[in-house]
């Protein structure tokens, strides 16, 4: 798709600029869920920026921390190697860089959302002040650059930076290929998969004629697969859709239940803006203005993780002398920069960055040992310079499939599986990544030095897994295979790549046959669902196998007592429920170690496509396997089960009088998978007991981080639910106020029109729109800490009109910091101007309102504005007078109308010395 394509997408009423003047309805519904409603985009972006802040800043400010490496400064030394992660990548300048190149449209929407966000913190200082006391600190303004910084502290934990696996493929790849050659090496048998359980049937591709033939006619990527798979990655959320077909409207129905672990506050932010030809809602990422999953008044889409990254790996050579590295029987040397992690209660670190013409080098975050080599880790995204962002703001604006597709294009990673349904009466799927194409599979990394193992383009979307109105009726996905053995492209995936999940079975069970759903059945018989399928087909098998062997077997012979009476069901007020949890915990250790493993396919995929044969075999009779193999790994399971019910190591509290005693602690702040330290023992919360636990059902109530049911019929009908409430203040009436529905498996209204959101609405503010300007004013520090020596230069002019450019600020490598610089005043006929960088500072000099202070004293002003190179970059120019010489190391900060920036620090030295 043409760029202009995405532009005539978003911005169709061509209102994307932000101007003072314009006003901004935020309404709050019952459980404090911002609705945004405004005469343009840029205004409602305005909006959902300020609620957010309202909502989440302290949030958004961890997130931008993590992304740009900056936790260590309020953490300590336990956050350098997270911060070292980030650094080494460049998250944070290619965040900013990528808002910059941003197309107008987009961009303006970044910057009204943190035109938004910036209001808040002005208007409310003292809330601000009182969020921030547990660190100490107060924010700085937001930029659009953190929009992305924000997804991208999210996305990193479903798409790591690096894949230090694909080091040690390659290595065991190396030595097979020098005892047998490489191509039969690369030749060898991978992964069994279970073909039956793809998302995408090869039938429903092959309706596309020309496209499936171009698939068929394309020859396998050769690769050196898995012999067995890692452990499942994190687990990230189930999504279906049932054409009118199968609804009692007769038109679509959508849910999405994304599964991360429920936190205080929620990792996903939910609002709903409504301006220009924007009228959407959803749940994104606190920061961020753009929706991952959600709905307008034509389509809905859900999505879950895909398991696969749009990463490849290289190893690069390094030339005899270590000073460069290999290409192509050439030398080429690295790009080398420096980068320094303030810490709390510990000296700063101070690393080097190097950069190879394929990415950035991982070395020092693998525990492997480079031979020779540097390990690089190539991430698209970061490489072209763009933002999954641009994708998901374009799909927030489709009215139909084809625009809807339009917008994916723009998409890069975590990769994704989609589920789609719109008012016309479709269904859809698609398998959402930018997949790199390489000669060889992406598993291993590939060789750099040669020049001919290259990224030689990308897989076209078109030519990614996909399906519109499937002959099933139904689409379902749950972090399961996307398509069969037939496909030619390896799509590198780790999570679930081999089959079903137990999950994503108990959809297609749920799901088949004939009946009719509508919101009110996918919340009570699907959404509650709590059976793990893989487990209610093996234990009837199981339990007839282990008749005699409990005999001799006490502790297996207590579990099965514990199971007598148990129906398969996952209830934590049943007594048999820790035992019940201990037969799902143990089924993946013993699969390991079982043949099976190499015969039906690797991790819970595996493990499901077992269940599902004996079901098939077995379900309705009263006979057991005959096949040796299967009946060891049958007893070895229930064996491993009985052993960690015996051990109390179920995980699973037994009810006490009839009542769960299951309950979900969540630390506030902690973030989840991100592990901050909880800020406050006291804020943290404890959910209800809980009705089932099981990650492995679909209920999974621990992992029901956000549920979305959406009717295309009537939108106004739609039901959702955010646990355990919209706001991390916790003077707020909407912290937790959504536990109780979320703990009996509920929802709440999520309605589109004005109308419908009057109803429930309780609370209105009139927010007046302030332009992008990064509100107050902030000077930008050489070590990053707003308050040691400034990142500037000082301009000499000789007498002769000659200049001379001096850093402001050194590093001290005996120090191990940076420190300020000696700014010497030469002769009387030569003139020194102070040049500093922040955010903030764009005022004419005319209009009087900027003032540099070097301590009391204030400085002529010559220039307050862009700083030309970098978009959100200010500077300022002012006049050093003579009169300062001398001063020895002083405080410099800016003042506009009231409002001062932080402070920073230079070196002033006495007059007449030689520069």
């Not at 999974?700 to 549920?707: C, P, V």
């Not at 019929?713 to 991390?728: F, K």
């Not at 020895?888 to 932080?902: A, F, H, L, P, Q």
Request: one cysteine or more; a negative charge; aromatic letters at 8%.
């Amino acid at each position: 798709m043409a760029r202009v394509g995405l532009l005539v997408l978003l911005a169709v009423a061509g209102c994307c600029t932000l101007t003072a003047g314009g006003t901004v309805e935020l309404i709050r519904d019952r459980w404090g869920i911002p609705h945004l409603f405004a005469e343009t985009e840029a205004e409602a972006f305005f909006g959902a920026g300020y609620a957010a802040a309202e909502d989440r800043l302290l949030q958004m400010e961890l997130f931008r921390r993590r992304a740009r490496g900056r936790l260590a400064e309020l953490f300590g030394p336990s956050f350098v190697a997270s911060d070292r992660k980030f650094r080494i990548a460049g998250i944070g300048r290619y965040c900013d860089e990528a808002a910059a190149g941003l197309p107008e449209d987009l961009g303006a929407y970044l910057r009204a959302f943190a035109a938004g966000v910036n209001a808040f913190a002005r208007a409310n200082p003292d809330k601000v002040r009182r969020r921030f006391a547990p660190l100490g600190f107060a924010p700085e303004p937001w930029t659009a650059g953190d929009c992305v910084c924000a997804w991208m502290a999210v996305a990193e934990l479903f798409d790591s930076l690096y894949d230090e696996g694909a080091i040690r493929l390659y290595r065991e790849f190396r030595e097979l290929a020098d005892r047998m050659g490489e191509q039969e090496a690369l030749g060898q048998p991978g992964m069994v998969i279970d073909d039956w359980a793809a998302v995408v049937p090869e039938s429903e591709m092959a309706k596309h004629a020309e496209l499936y033939a171009r698939l068929k006619a394309t020859p396998p990527t050769p690769g050196f697969w898995y012999r067995s798979l890692p452990d499942e990655l994190l687990r990230f959320s189930h999504a279906w859709a049932v054409s009118g077909v199968r609804s009692v409207t007769g038109k679509p129905l959508l849910e999405s239940d994304p599964q991360t672990p429920v936190n205080n506050p929620p990792l996903w932010y939910e609002f709903h803006l409504s301006g220009g030809r924007l009228d959407v809602r959803g749940i994104g990422v606190a920061g961020s203005p753009a929706l991952l999953i959600g709905f307008n008044r034509h389509i809905a889409w859900g999505a879950s993780a895909l398991g696969a990254a749009s990463t490849v790996t290289f190893l690069e050579k390094l030339a005899p002398d270590g000073g460069g590295y290999l290409y192509d029987g050439e030398v080429a040397p690295f790009e080398v920069r420096r980068e320094i992690i303030e810490v709390k209660d510990g000296p700063p670190v101070a690393f080097h960055v190097r950069r190879s013409r394929h990415g950035f080098v991982f070395d020092e975050l693998t525990s492997l040992r480079p031979e020779g080599e540097a390990f690089v880790s190539h991430v698209r995204q970061i490489e072209d310079g763009q933002t999954s962002l641009a994708g998901l703001l374009g799909m927030m604006g489709a009215g139909n499939w084809a625009q809807f597709r339009d917008a994916m294009q723009w998409y890069y990673s975590p990769g994704l599986h989609i589920v789609y349904a719109d008012v016309h009466g479709n269904i859809g799927y698609q398998t959402l990544l930018h997949l790199p194409q390489t000669k060889r599979t992406r598993r291993m990394a590939l060789e750099g030095w040669t020049g001919r193992d290259e990224v030689i383009g990308s897989v076209p979307l078109e030519e990614l897994p996909w399906m519109l109105n499937p002959e099933a009726g139904f689409i379902s996905h749950a972090n399961n295979l996307p398509v069969g053995s037939w496909y030619p492209y390896d799509l590198g995936i780790s999570t679930g790549g081999t089959g079903h999940s137990s999950r994503s079975w108990r959809l297609v069970q749920l799901l088949g046959g004939k009946a009719l759903f509508s919101v009110e059945s996918f919340e009570t018989q699907v959404h509650r669902d709590d059976v793990h399928s893989a487990v209610a087909a093996l234990f009837p098998i199981a339990r007839r196998l282990a008749a005699e062997a409990a005999r001799a077997d006490e502790a297996l012979a207590r579990l099965m007592e514990a199971l007598r009476d148990w129906d398969l069901r996952y209830r934590a007020d049943q007594p048999s429920y820790p035992a019940a949890m201990a037969l799902a915990g143990a089924l993946l250790t013993p699969y390991r170690a079982s043949p099976l493993s190499r015969r039906l396919g690797g991790g819970e995929g595996g493990i499901t496509h077992l269940a599902r044969r004996l079901a098939e075999q077995y379900g309705d009779s009263t006979a057991v396997p005959r096949d040796a193999e299967v009946r060891d790994y049958l007893l070895a399971w229930l064996r491993a089960a009985a052993q960690s019910f015996a051990g109390g190591r179920s995980g699973a509290p037994a009810p006490r009088d009839g009542l769960s005693r299951e309950i979900h602690v969540m630390p506030y702040q902690e973030n989840g998978p991100m592990r901050l330290p909880p800020l406050g023992a006291r804020l943290a919360l404890e959910s209800p007991p809980l009705a089932c636990g099981q990650a492995g059902t679909i209920w999974s109530q621990k992992g029901n981080s956000y549920t979305q049911i959406v009717d295309l019929a009537a939108p106004d009908n739609s039901r959702a639910v955010l646990p355990p409430g919209i706001s991390e203040d916790p003077e707020s009436p909407h912290r937790a106020d959504q536990m109780p529905l979320w703990a009996a498996g509920g929802t709440r209204p999520a309605p589109l029109s004005r109308r419908a959101v009057e109803a429930i609405a309780v609370s209105r503010q009139r927010l007046r729109v302030e332009p992008y300007d990064i509100s107050a004013p902030r000077l930008i520090s050489a070590d990053g800490s707003g308050r040691g020596p400034a990142a500037g230069n000082l301009l000499r002019i000789a007498s002769d009109g000659t200049p001379r450019w001096e850093p402001l600020a050194l590093y001290d490598a005996a120090l191990g910091r940076f420190v300020a610089a000696p700014v010497p005043f030469g002769p009387d006929a030569e003139q020194c101007y102070l040049v500093l960088y922040g955010y903030g500072l764009r005022q004419p000099a005319a209009a009087a309102g900027v003032k540099v202070y070097v301590d009391d004293t204030i400085l002529e002003l010559l220039y307050a504005g862009a700083q030309g190179a970098y978009p959100d970059l200010d500077q300022v120019n002012a006049l050093l007078p003579r009169s300062l010489a001398g001063r020895g190391e002083v405080d410099v900060w800016v003042g506009i109308e009231g409002r001062t920036s932080n402070r920073v620090r230079i070196l002033l030295a006495g007059g007449d010395a030689t520069p």
